[in-house]
C-alpha cells in the first residue's frame, strides 16, 4: 500500500455574531462536517473509532467573540481559503488558509476586548496594584501576574497571559471588576494572539 502524503494547513476565522454561542466541542464536529461536505479529505486517527485530525490553537469559552481562531488539519490536498469558505454556517468566516511555520505552542499571551456595561470610572486604580480573583473553585490567583498590559477607556484593552504555563481567561477581568462595581452586562471581543517577543502569532 502506497503511503499517502500528509500536509499540514492552517485555518484562520472568525467565530463571531450568532456563532459565539457555539461550544468547542460542537465546534469540533462543525469542521468535520464543514469539510467533509467540501469534499475535503482530512487525516484521520487510528484505531476502533477513527475521528478526523482537526486541531485548534486555543478552546474558547462560550459567548466570546474572535477574530483570530485557528485549526490545523491534515490532508493530503491542496487546500486554499475558496475551496472551503462557503461550506461553513453563518459566522465562522474562513479568512486563510496556509501551511504553518509555527506550532500552537509558541502562543503566549492574547489580547481581548472587554466591555461592561454600565462602564465604571476607576478602573485604572482597580488594575493599577494587586487584583485577587478566584480563577475556579478554591483557586485565588493575583490578576497582576497574569495581565501583560491593560488599558481602560471606553472599554477594557488587556494582553493577557495564555500560555500553557499560566492561562489567564479574560471573564476573570470581569469577575474582578464585578466585585467592587455594579455591572449589568459585559461581552467580550478575542482580538489577537502573540508570542513571547510580541510578534502576533500566525
Known sequence: MTAINYKTYRIKFEKAGP???ISHL???RLF???LARADIKVAHSEGFNPRPKIVFASTLSLGIESFCEFADIKTAENLTAAQIKNFFPRGINILE????ETGFKTIDR???HIFVTPAPAGLDGLFAGDVFAEKKPGVNINLKDYICCIKTDKFIDAVLKTNQEMFLNPENI???IAAKYEIDGYYIQKIGMYDKNGALFK
Not at 97 to 100: L, S, T
Open 26 to 28: 460542537d465546534l469540533n
Open 32 to 34: 468535520a462536517r464543514s
Open 19 to 21: 456563532a459565539k454561542y
Open 174 to 176: 470581569v469577575k474582578a
Open 110 to 112: 492574547t489580547r481581548f
Open 97 to 100: 488558509v496556509y501551511e504553518p
